[in-house]
């Protein structure tokens, strides 16, 4: 670091940690966006989500490491494994609890994650890994600033996955169809739209979205059973995204990473883990419906 | 008449404990629009909803194009050829007039017969048109529910459950959804299974009227002569000609069932 420009410094600090709080945020998003997917489709909140990320870390580290097959293709492999584990989840569990009271659906999803976390440990162990990607410590200086490859790679892959997440939604039929039934469920089975069906592919995407932010984080965190806890974090930013909005959900993410990396950084030790949820209860009392949430009121 | 494309025989449907309906027996001949009329809580929407497989009937079976289709998954029953226009008109509020149609077509893999099914409900509906990338929750409830029954009209379907198409209209929209429905059985051969508060226009576009209270069918005639009974006149037109309605029921008059 050049110490000759206190000025400069500063600032290099701080585009470091825009850098770094967007990409956790990305994370956050990308974990948030299966919890709104999910409830928005069947009412069900899935405490469960940052376990499937964890599992989608795992699965990809298996790959990688026991198999050696390479990082694009245990990513896929991952991403695909869990994305079915989403659906088989889906038909085999969570389809028979719609309707029954929020508490047992709380119940039922934490209960999920914990028999996730054990099953971790079961088949991989309960060691800390690290996974080895083609971004893993590698920079870039752009401007005086180190940019690390890392968090590139969470940035634009979240970025890639969103706008395909959007161009099916919008542009396909099937995409379309899950909108339909997500938006009105008794409607799209006069349809002739499998609602059931619909239902376990939005899990299946929801699960294969939080596969894919377990690998992207994977370099950047070390990969642990434990890692799916960040789904607390996650539930947070799509509070505060306004549960049920989609780029609700993404901002409320990039929102609570920076805000986390820079309470970190300038607030005293311990702030960074409350930070977020001091903010969320600001914005709850404020807008409780949360930044992106709207009032929606059925037209008669 | 032709032979019936719909038939249900001894049909029983509960709520719960509850017997919304106690054994129903009706025909829909192919091409006609027959109508069943019933005071709230007769059990009507019951009847469309058991036909189409929202609900499973305890007892009875739904006999449509020679199948049975009772217990049936909805998806699978409108695949078949049946489309159910739910009361209020449930339409997908945020997706976009054009996107709404298009999910009536879902169960369609024809591009081309689903581009001309789409220029033909338009020329029925010509307001849907210039409403096409509007979102459907914004529109007003008349206008929901000609997409409504667009929408369903975009399954090409062989047979239309319409519920209670009239309610909360004006009268002159309500006249305009009548001339739409009997247009539609008259020029695409559906045959329409119609459920209404609205006695007089449902009897006047139908073939044949059966008359439902709570949950039995107490009459049924071919709709002109309905409109001549002194009891349809009394109860459904609210045409007096003596005295007042006092305690008379026709659960207790049992004569002409």
């Known amino acids: ?300 | 008449m032709a032979d019936p494309l719909l038939t249900v025989t001894n049909l029983e449907t509960y709520y719960g404990p509850i017997m919304a309906i106690r054994g129903i027996s009706f025909v829909v001949p192919e091409r006609s629009v027959v109508t069943i009329l019933g005071a709230n809580g007769a059990g009507k929407s019951t009847i469309l909803k058991t036909v189409s497989g929202v609900m499973d009937p305890q007892k009875g079976t739904v006999t449509f194009a020679g199948r049975e289709i009772q217990g049936m998954d909805p998806d699978r029953v409108t695949r078949l050829g049946i489309s159910h226009v739910p009361e209020g008109r449930e339409v997908f509020p945020f997706l976009s007039v054009r996107e709404n149609l298009m999910m009536g077509a879902f169960t369609r893999r024809d591009a081309a017969g689903v581009g001309e099914d789409l220029e033909l409900v338009y020329s029925y509906f010509p307001v849907l048109r210039s409403r096409a990338e509007q979102r459907a929750g914004s529109l007003s409830g008349g206008e929901q529910q000609m997409l409504a029954i667009s929408r369903a009209l975009m399954a090409r379907p062989r047979m239309m459950l319409l519920d209670e198409p009239s309610l909360g209209l004006s009268p002159r929209l309500v006249k305009e959804i009548f001339e739409i429905i009997a247009r539609i059985n008259r020029e695409r051969g559906v045959t329409v299974l119609l459920v209404e508060q609205n006695a007089n226009m449902a009897l006047h576009i139908a073939d044949y009227g059966y008359v439902l209270e709570v949950g039995r069918i107490v009459m049924e005639d071919t709709c002109a002569r309905l409109l001549e009974k002194e009891d349809i006149k009394e109860f459904y037109l609210g045409m007096k000609e003596s005295g007042v309605r006092g305690t008379r029921r026709w659960k207790r008059k049992k004569t002409w069932r």
Request: charged fraction near 10%; aromatic fraction near 12%; include cysteine.
């Open chain 1, 1 to 300: 670091m050049r110490s000759a420009h206190p000025g400069e410094d500063a600032l290099d600090t701080i585009l470091q940690l825009v850098l770094n709080g967007l990409a956790v945020g990305c994370i956050y998003g990308l974990v948030a966006l299966g919890f709104v997917l999910i409830y928005k489709a069947t009412e069900l909140v899935n405490f469960a989500q940052g376990d499937l990320l964890m599992l989608g870390a795992f699965t990809c580290y298996m790959f990688v490491v026991w198999y050696g097959v390479g990082y694009w293709v245990a990513l896929a492999l991952a991403v695909a494994l869990v994305a079915l584990f989403g659906a088989v989840l889906d038909a085999t569990i969570l389809r028979r609890v719609i309707g029954q009271p929020q508490f047992s659906v709380v119940m039922l999803t934490i209960g999920l994650g914990a028999i996730f976390r054990s099953f971790a440990s079961i088949a991989w162990g309960s060691e800390i890994y690290t996974l080895p990607t083609p971004f893993s410590a590698r920079a870039t200086r752009v401007a005086g600033v180190a940019v690390s490859h890392e968090y590139v790679s969470i940035i634009v892959g979240t970025v890639a996955l969103c706008a395909v997440l959007y161009a099916f939604f919008t542009f396909t039929r099937v995409g379309l169809a899950m909108q339909a039934a997500s938006q009105n469920q008794l409607a799209a089975y006069y349809m002739g739209i499998p609602v059931k069906l619909m239902f376990s592919l939005i899990w299946a995407i929801s699960a294969g979205v939080a596969a894919i932010a377990g690998v992207l984080l994977a370099p950047v965190s070390l990969i642990d059973i434990n890692l799916g806890f960040i789904g607390l974090k996650a539930f947070a930013a799509a509070v505060l995204g306004g549960f049920g909005s989609i780029p609700g959900a993404l901002v409320g993410g990039v929102t609570i990473g920076l805000i986390e990396l820079f309470s970190g950084a300038y607030l005293p030790q311990g702030f960074k883990d409350v930070a977020a949820y001091v903010v969320l209860l600001v914005v709850l009392a404020v807008r409780p419906q949360g930044m992106f949430g709207a009032i929606v009121r059925k037209k008669v």
